[in-house]
């Protein structure tokens, strides 16, 4: 079965430092990975995908991750944090075969002024 | 761009009464899937659709029941309601099968009193 797993709960940084938010997944085919941010009483927006094309992967806002598949890693990073950044981010990989999304359990990043 | 239109996107109910939740997908998609979000946790995936046929089956109740009209929005359920189905509930659309990023709507709170 596929799975992630996001390795910190809570993440805090300064505004203007750099981000690292950490998922790593279990997977015995090529994964489909996503980042997803969710801010308070919002929808879920797409960050980025992975679907094993480039291993190093651009998305909106500064963000980016690197899908290490000797690691089984996917970390999403950004060199400086805004305010605007401080919400709740959830690291998704697709079912084979089924596409749902299998949802890790958040990272909550503050970001300090 | 439009988005996924979800209504309402609040909701109060008492116990042991029903519910239903709509969402209208992005145009041109074809694929809907239902999450359900408890309070602090990840989305968990309820049921999906394709072409108007359920593709999919995950942790829905029983008392959940759900649909894909030929206009392809959909329509969520939910029956004798319970306390523990206070949640936020998204709906996401995605352009067919296959590995196509999913598109989620603000979603719809809905409180059991």
């Known amino acids: 079965a596929q799975s992630v797993t996001q390795l910190d709960s809570h993440v805090s940084v300064s505004e203007g430092t750099p981000v690292l938010l950490r998922c790593n997944y279990s997977s015995s085919y090529s994964p489909s990975l996503f980042w997803y941010v969710q801010h308070p009483n919002k929808g879920l927006q797409l960050l980025l995908k992975?679907?094993?094309?480039?291993?190093l992967v651009k998305g909106i806002n500064g963000f980016e991750a690197e899908f290490k598949k000797s690691e089984t890693s996917f970390h999403l990073t950004k060199p400086s944090a805004h305010m605007s950044d401080a919400a709740e981010y959830f690291c998704?990989?697709?079912?084979?075969?089924?596409?749902?999304?299998?949802f890790g359990t958040g990272t909550r990043l503050k970001v300090l002024a | 761009a439009a988005g996924v239109i979800q209504s309402p996107r609040h909701l109060i109910k008492e116990k042991r009464e029903t519910a239903t939740l709509k969402c209208y997908p992005i145009?041109?998609?074809?694929?809907v899937y239902w999450y359900q979000q408890g309070p602090g946790q990840d989305p968990q995936f309820l049921i999906s659709f394709y072409e108007k046929m359920q593709s999919d089956k995950g942790s829905i109740p029983d008392r959940f029941s759900a649909q894909q009209f030929s206009d392809y929005h959909s329509e969520l359920n939910m029956s004798s309601l319970e306390l523990g189905d206070s949640a936020l509930y998204f709906c996401?659309?995605?352009?067919?099968?296959?590995?196509?990023?999913?598109?989620f709507g603000d979603g719809t709170r809905l409180s059991i009193l």
């Open positions: 145009p041109r998609h074809d694929t």
């Open positions: 992975y679907t094993s094309a480039a291993t």
């Open positions: 998704v990989v697709s079912e084979s075969g089924t596409y749902k999304y299998i």
């Open positions: 996401a659309s995605s352009p067919g099968t296959g590995v196509q990023p999913q598109h």
